[in-house]
C-alpha cells in the first residue's frame, strides 16, 4: 500500500496571524484570502492545471488545533487508503488519534510523530 502521496496542507500558528498574513502576502506574493490561507492548485510539468491542490494557512497563536501537539505546526498528508494505514499504523504500534472525520472535502484522521507533532492524513475525495 502506498502511504502518503503528497503535501496536501501547511497549517501554522502565528502571535499575530494578519500581520503575519499580510507579510507573505506583501513579500512573497501569496494569494492570502479572508479565511486566512490560500490554495495552490497544482499543474503538471507543461503547467497544466491537475487534479489536487496544497493548502496554507495562518492561524491565531490561542487556537487549540494541533492539540494534542505543542507545535506551532500541523503539515496535511495526502493518502490513498486512510482506514487501511491508521490500521496500518496502530498496528505498528503508532500513537494514532482515536477519531476519523468524514465530509465533503474528504476523510481525515491524526497521528502523533515521535517529537509529539500532530499529522494530519487526508484522503481527499474522489478526483482530487
Known amino acids: 500500500m502506498k502511504r502518503v ?25 501569496i494569494d492570502v484570502q479572508e479565511w486566512g490561507g490560500t490554495a495552490f492548485s497544482w499543474s503538471d510539468a507543461e503547467g497544466k492545471p491537475t487534479a489536487g491542490m496544497t493548502i496554507w494557512s495562518v492561524g491565531p497563536a490561542e487556537g487549540d488545533q494541533f492539540a494534542p501537539s505543542q507545535a506551532s505546526f500541523m503539515v496535511n498528508y495526502r493518502v490513498e ?21 468524514e465530509s465533503e472535502f474528504g476523510k481525515f484522521a491524526w497521528v502523533i510523530d515521535p517529537e509529539g507533532n500532530k499529522v494530519e492524513l487526508w484522503q481527499p475525495p474522489a478526483g482530487q
Open 5 to 29: 502521496t503528497g503535501i496536501g496542507g501547511i497549517f501554522f500558528k502565528a502571535k499575530d496571524a494578519p500581520t503575519l498574513r499580510a507579510w507573505y502576502k506583501r513579500h512573497l506574493g
Open 81 to 101: 487508503d486512510l482506514h487501511g494505514l491508521v490500521k496500518l499504523l496502530k498496528k505498528e504500534g503508532c500513537e494514532v488519534l482515536d477519531r476519523i472525520d
